[in-house]
């Protein structure tokens, strides 16, 4: 199918938010951009999260307001990378936008990211994030520590680079890509962690990613959430991610010149030790 040159299309994973599902869609309503088809995949939710999404989707103004609107259901619980990928397939726009359904868009993220993207030729965008944290306050501490890893991005000397120490971008609803990246690069992997870095340092292979440093997208902390829950598979599959991209940088041709890679050297091995990166460099 011939992707529409003008839509973007917005992307909603939905899993077990009921508190928050109603939000996240109305911040997508709430865009300043027009040509916006919405695609709504629930993730076999045991709350109420896919009967707020039926209502919200049957307003008429939501009808009128949407190029198209699809919203899917899982037979079973697949996980975030799976319903990514079926909402991804489902979509038509030229651009794709990820949105977890317990965060929000500002009102001016498709338009301003879709600006970025067209006025620097590039094909692939994040922002700054607001991190919203809900509950218990000691989880602004984690909210810091994700504040301080983009405020970071500047001391690398490309956006790629900040990109293989620190996933930046913080997650994969803070992504803005054009579709023939995923045509590229394939689907998200099957990962429960990190398939959003991984995603994003495979397509930092093909293309550069472009940091704007305006907040348009907000990230909510709160203690069902994912980022926290799954902790305990980081470490693994940081080592699955970091020794993919390194064999691909090395053994696979690589179409972005700005991507961390031995065209690099000496700063790219300089780079790897100072990161204590070298066992990584082991085929996966």
């Not at 995923?182 to 992997?189: N, Y």
Request: glycine share 4%; hydrophobic share 40%.
């Amino acid at each position: 199918m011939t992707a529409e040159p003008s839509l973007v299309s917005v992307v909603v994973p939905a899993y077990r938010h009921e508190a928050y599902v109603t939000g996240a869609l109305e911040s997508v309503y709430k865009q300043d951009y027009d040509a916006v088809e919405l695609i709504v995949v629930d993730d076999n939710s045991p709350d109420d999260t896919p009967h707020l999404i039926r209502d919200y989707l049957k307003r008429g103004d939501v009808k009128d307001r949407f190029r198209r609107i699809v919203f899917l259901e899982n037979e079973g619980n697949l996980g975030a990378h799976q319903t990514i990928n079926r909402g991804i397939n489902e979509s038509r726009g030229a651009y794709i936008n990820i949105l977890n359904s317990d965060d929000m868009f500002a009102p001016a993220r498709l338009s301003t990211l879709l600006g970025a993207c067209q006025e620097r030729m590039a094909e692939f965008a994040f922002s700054r994030v607001d991190v919203l944290v809900d509950g218990d306050p000691e989880l602004a501490t984690e909210a810091d520590y994700l504040g301080s890893i983009q405020d970071g991005i500047d001391f690398f000397p490309t956006v790629g680079y900040a990109l293989l120490r620190n996933q930046c971008a913080l997650t994969s609803g803070n992504f803005f890509f054009a579709r023939r990246v995923c045509e590229r690069v394939g689907d998200f992997s099957d990962l429960k962690y990190c398939h959003d870095w991984d995603f994003i340092l495979r397509s930092l292979l093909v293309t550069e990613p472009i940091y704007v440093p305006q907040t348009l997208y907000f990230y909510r902390i709160h203690p069902g959430n994912s980022f926290l829950r799954l902790q305990s598979v980081a470490e693994s599959e940081t080592e699955t991610v970091l020794r993919r991209y390194f064999f691909l940088c090395r053994n696979r041709p690589v179409t972005n010149p700005l991507a961390p890679s031995p065209a690099w050297d000496p700063f790219f091995t300089s780079f790897v030790h100072q990161s204590q990166y070298a066992h990584y460099l082991a085929k996966p």
